[in-house]
């Protein structure tokens, strides 16, 4: 349909709207009219994504001063899902605007990292994500590409290039094909409009002869729709290499944005293990040797490196053919500007500098005794220790990176260890508030193994988004589950313009939240530490599931709240006979670590629903599943949460980001572990339903779940559904209420009725008239 929003044309392509997306638009669409950022929680299930979509690409058709809209995923799944929806939408359009010159045609791609656009035979096998860029940065580096010209302009060309897509070879010097007719078509090189997934990018590219990667990198500049991981956006490494030249009329989605804040603080930290720093070591030694193998061979080359640091000119992340590894660690107003300092210009004295600054941490690392510094303790003791400063720090890794090229270094993956070390001291030389530099010289969990970690914990998730809030002027975070939505603006730091939370409209009550509070014999369930390890509490929730089972038809899925707690449950169950009984109704499938294992069992689970049988997953809320996998339609009919999912309390880090909470933002310690033990309970319940048509219940397995500052914390489209009679149950009546709840869902479901819930391009136009949803009420009333 086609309708007017307070005077934007809106391009939907759907017959019918559902009102929450009418609301969700409405709210956008004022957020970016205050060229201002907004916090906008959609129940999963509405239709979140296409509603962002059309607004958005509706609003940069009447607005061309808007730019880019810059949509940012977790998953390569979401990112292609994100796609195939863009390009119905598209093609939806196109019915009003045309085709060809003129039409207002757009360009949109995802991008995403070499691993998943090479096309290159040989590379595009190699297993890990360092592996294919250190095996395309070997083709495609501009010292390699300039010996292949000098061999051709010698003369001394054996056999010329040999033909085929597996790379060209000049005399022994291997060159990558496709990215060799992407640099001879040089501006040439374009993507006619439309809206290309990774597979469309692959395949344009083996058309061509281009290369898929430095295409979509290239074509970034003139696309209207870019799709790609949240990395590419908070992660300093990666975003001054891929958004650095982002204008900022952009406008900026974070979809699926609970955890948001997590990933801000995984962007900045750094941890170092015992094998991290041996591995520094050796490579110290190869660097060590090339040095001294380029002095005798080329001195003018590390001269000509010297000269130029002399005059501060370290390039700052150009793009020249494909040796680029990765940007500053530091965010982009951090990165120091300054000339390098005279103690760590020559190659030889950062190479002692390096050994130095390896040898404190070695010496941090033997210690017996878990220790928490801040920044400022730690740069004291090493200026104290081996005379180094925290200036010199600073410029760590640029200086690196800089000697990496001047050496001619390939084959960046073996130099992961001295990268990371350089990432550490470069983010400790810069940071002296919102860090935290911790030891442990063994897992609490597992005291007797020697594991030792030195950790630089970022603290402060605001610090990572602070650069995204002020280059772009309207960034949008959303999700399912962002309740309670005030904590995110403290969190974050930011103030935006619009923050709603949206209920679903349904016509009938799909939703069956309950909270059991205690077994069939009256005994509290709770996973609080005094009380898991019970064997009364353990065989209860054990009886909890096989009643499930004997009367939810197809798929049930479980989610506790540890790898570890699971394990010992599992095991409970096992020696009490539970697995047996449940086994009765049900087959039993259970998420590991690993995640081929679990991909198999899912992929077990679902054909056990397909056939009739019936299954039940055991699942981990923190883990893969409960984060990416849905559980629509039969393949969820119930989910059960046991427990409260806390972070681990004991941990080091979250005690240190608890404390610089409540000194920085003036958030209470109970009132963030909450908030997020809530959001990743409701994550997991969430996973149940995935549109209106489908129906499923939630439960809740602790008795805390009755209390109100945990069950104030759930997304209101869940606890308007939680009857008050349902708050309280004991096992024997939970199956009660699932059962009446089954038997209601079963009867024939009139599809008509949920025309009532829905708008037409006419009831659209009358709404429009009447001054949009709120004003039609006020007129009704």
């Known amino acids: 349909m086609r309708f007017n929003l307070e005077g934007l044309t809106v391009y939907f392509p759907y017959e019918y709207i559902y009102p929450e997306q009418y609301r969700y638009m409405l709210e956008l669409k004022r957020a970016l009219d205050a060229r201002g950022h907004c916090l906008l929680e959609m129940p999963t299930g509405t239709g979140k994504t296409i509603t962002l979509l059309s607004l958005i690409t509706s609003y940069q058709l009447a607005h061309k001063e808007v730019g880019k809209l810059i949509y940012c995923t977790r998953t390569v799944p979401e990112m292609e899902k994100v796609l195939a929806e863009l390009a119905e939408l598209i093609e939806y359009r196109a019915k009003y605007l045309g085709r060809g010159p003129g039409s207002n045609e757009i360009l949109a791609l995802g991008l995403s990292s070499r691993k998943n656009l090479c096309i290159h035979p040989r590379v595009a096998e190699e297993g890990s994500r360092e592996s294919v860029d250190a095996g395309c940065r070997r083709l495609t580096a501009s010292w390699v590409r300039e010996r292949a010209a000098e061999r051709v302009s010698r003369g001394t060309t054996e056999g010329g290039e040999e033909g085929g897509s597996s790379g060209g070879a000049v005399g022994e010097i291997e060159l990558c094909d496709y990215f060799e007719g992407h640099e001879r078509a040089g501006v040439e090189a374009l993507l006619p409009p439309g809206v290309y997934t990774l597979s469309d990018l692959r395949d344009f590219g083996r058309k061509h002869g281009w290369c898929p990667y430095f295409l979509a990198r290239h074509m970034m500049a003139f696309a209207n729709v870019v799709v790609y991981n949240y990395q590419y956006m908070i992660d300093p490494k990666v975003s001054q290499m891929v958004s650095r030249e982002l204008e900022k009329e952009c406008v900026v989605v974070f979809d699926e944005a609970h955890n948001i804040d997590n990933v801000c603080i995984e962007a900045l930290s750094v941890n170092l293990r015992k094998q991290t720093l041996e591995a520094a070591g050796r490579n110290l030694g190869k660097l060590s040797n090339s040095i001294r193998r380029a002095r005798e061979a080329d001195a003018a080359r590390l001269q000509a490196e010297y000269n130029r640091l002399v005059a501060g000119l370290i390039a700052q992340g150009a793009l020249r053919g494909g040796e680029d590894w990765l940007a500053n660690p530091a965010l982009p107003a951090d990165v120091v500007q300054e000339t390098v300092p005279g103690n760590i210009r020559r190659a030889e004295h950062f190479m002692g500098f390096l050994h130095r600054f390896l040898a404190f941490l070695r010496d941090k690392m033997a210690?017996?005794?878990?220790?928490?510094?801040?920044?400022?303790?730690?740069?004291?003791?090493?200026?104290?220790?081996?005379?180094?400063?925290?200036?010199?720090?600073?410029?760590?890794?640029?200086?690196?990176?800089?000697?990496?090229?001047?050496?001619?270094?390939?084959?960046?993956?073996?130099?992961?260890?001295?990268?990371?070390?350089?990432?550490?001291?470069?983010?400790?030389?810069?940071?002296?508030?919102?860090?935290?530099?911790?030891?442990?010289?063994?897992?609490?969990?597992?005291?007797?193994?020697?594991?030792?970690?030195?950790?630089?914990?970022?603290?402060?998730?605001?610090?990572?988004?602070?650069?995204?809030?002020?280059?772009?002027?309207?960034?949008?975070?959303?999700?399912?589950?962002?309740?309670?939505?005030?904590?995110?603006?403290?969190?974050?730091?930011?103030?935006?313009?619009?923050?709603?939370?949206?209920?679903?409209?349904?016509?009938?009550?799909?939703?069956?939240?309950?909270?059991?509070?205690?077994?069939?014999?009256?005994?509290?369930?709770?996973?609080?530490?005094?009380?898991?390890?019970?064997?009364?509490?353990?065989?209860?929730?054990?009886?909890?599931l096989v009643d499930l089972s004997a009367v939810v038809p197809d798929g049930i899925v479980a989610f506790f709240v540890s790898y570890r707690y699971m394990d010992q449950i599992i095991a409970k169950w096992h020696d009490m006979g539970i697995l047996q009984e449940i086994m009765q109704h049900k087959l039993i499938f259970i998420e590991t670590q690993d995640v081929v294992e679990t991909t198999l069992a899912l992929d077990n689970f679902r054909r056990a629903c397909d056939s009739g049988r019936g299954a039940v997953f055991l699942s981990v809320a923190r883990g893969k599943v409960a984060e990416g996998i849905d559980f629509d339609r039969h393949y969820g009919r119930a989910v059960v949460m046991f427990g409260v999912p806390y972070q681990y309390t004991l941990s080091r880090i979250l005690r240190a980001r608890l404390e610089y909470l409540r000194e920085t933002f003036q958030i209470k310690e109970a009132d963030y572990l909450a908030f997020d033990a809530v959001r990743q309970a409701a994550q997991c319940v969430g996973r149940v339903i995935r549109s209106k048509a489908d129906y499923g219940m939630m439960i809740f397995a602790d008795k805390r779940y009755q209390r109100h500052d945990k069950r104030d914390k759930l997304p209101q489209w869940i606890t308007r559904h939680l009857k008050e009679a349902h708050m309280n149950l004991s096992t024997d009546m939970m199956v009660h209420v699932a059962r009446e709840f089954l038997r209601a869902m079963a009867q024939p479901y009139d599809r008509g009725a949920v025309g009532k819930s829905l708008l037409s391009e006419a009831a659209l136009a009358a709404l429009d008239a009447a001054g949009g949803l709120d004003g039609a009420g006020a007129a009704g009333a």
């Open 367 to 544: 210690s017996p005794v878990v220790t928490s510094q801040s920044p400022q303790v730690f740069l004291h003791e090493l200026q104290e220790r081996v005379q180094v400063d925290a200036k010199t720090l600073k410029f760590c890794y640029d200086r690196l990176s800089s000697l990496l090229k001047t050496l001619e270094i390939t084959n960046t993956d073996e130099f992961t260890p001295i990268q990371l070390v350089a990432d550490f001291a470069t983010l400790v030389g810069t940071y002296a508030k919102g860090f935290a530099i911790i030891m442990e010289p063994y897992d609490e969990r597992l005291p007797q193994v020697p594991d030792p970690v030195l950790q630089l914990s970022c603290l402060d998730a605001s610090l990572a988004m602070k650069p995204v809030f002020s280059k772009f002027q309207s960034v949008v975070i959303t999700s399912g589950t962002l309740s309670p939505i005030d904590l995110y603006p403290r969190i974050l730091n930011f103030n935006p313009v619009a923050i709603q939370s949206f209920q679903m409209t349904l016509t009938r009550d799909c939703l069956c939240p309950v909270v059991v509070t205690r077994g069939a014999d009256q005994m509290p369930m709770s996973t609080k530490f005094e009380m898991r390890g019970d064997p009364g509490v353990m065989r209860n929730y054990g009886r909890l």
